[in-house]
Antibody, heavy 120, light 110 residues
Framework: EVQLVESGGGLVKPGGSLRLSCVVSGLDFNTYTFNWVRQAPGKGLEWVSSISSSSTFIYYAESVKGRFTMSRDNAKNSLYLQMNSLRAEDTAVYYC?????????????WGQGTLVTVSS | QSVLTQPPSASGTPGQRVAISCSGSRSNIGSKTVNWYQQLPGTAPKLLIYNNDQRPSGVPDRFTGSKSGTSASLAISGLQPEDEADYHCAAWDDSLKGPVFGGGTKLTVL
């Protein structure tokens, strides 16, 4: 069974930092690109970041560029999202998701999400 | 404000057919494939349709996807109470160099 389990969310003050983790099991972690996608309360989904299988390619949405850093540890089947200089508008549930591309792309496996609340 | 445009809500009665639209531009839907995700209350999104009209294993054939030009549509036939959920469309965007989503459509089964 494929599982993606996020952790690390919580309440943080504006300007603060938080590190999210996502542990993946049930698939060959080393061969896939993974993404972080977030959903603000009552809002739609927003792509945040992606990382290729060997960390060669890492991309960010403009809204988080320069503040967030995505990384992975293939030995631990884990993804990370280091979030610095947090703002109220970063408040959201953060999901990790596997990406596959076969001439078309899809996010086919998602974690259950972890809530990040940025508030004073 | 989302890059792809969806109606905020839709509704239907059990057994009915409903359709949810998703409008984009040449840099996303117009040139790339569309995915649809179903999000039941309090849960993570689940892949419902990929590559415009393909269903993952286990998704009932009551759910059908289509695309024309810069718009896409998700149709649900034989509506059931358990279909009550948020539905999100998504496509890769060449200009933004990443995936973009619609704002989501809340489907209510009356």
């Amino acid at each position: 069974e494929v599982q993606l389990v996020e952790s690390g969310g919580g309440l943080v003050k504006p300007g603060g930092s938080l590190r999210l983790s996502c542990v993946v099991s049930g698939l060959d972690f080393n061969t896939y690109t993974f993404n972080w996608v977030r959903q603000a309360p009552g809002k739609g989904l927003e792509w945040v970041s992606s990382i290729s299988s060997s960390s060669t390619f890492i991309y960010y949405a403009e809204s988080v560029k320069g503040r967030f850093t995505m990384s992975r540890d293939n030995a631990k089947n884990s993804l990370y999202l280091q979030m610095n200089s947090l703002r109220a508008e970063d408040t959201a549930v953060y999901y990790c998701a596997r990406e596959v591309y076969y001439g078309f792309w899809k996010f086919d496996y998602w974690g259950q999400g972890t809530l990040v609340t940025v508030s004073s | 404000q989302s890059v792809l445009t969806q109606p905020p809500s839709a509704s239907g009665t059990p057994g009915q057919r409903v359709a949810i639209s998703c409008s984009g531009s040449r840099s996303n839907i117009g040139s790339k494939t569309v995915n649809w995700y179903q999000q039941l209350p309090g849960t993570a999104p689940k892949l419902l349709i990929y590559n415009n009209d393909q269903r993952p294993s286990g998704v009932p054939d009551r759910f059908t996807g289509s695309k024309s030009g810069t718009s896409a549509s998700l149709a649900i036939s034989g509506l059931q109470p358990e279909d009550e959920a948020d539905y999100h469309c998504a496509a890769w965007d060449d200009s933004l160099k990443g995936p973009v989503f619609g704002g989501g459509t809340k489907l209510t089964v009356l």
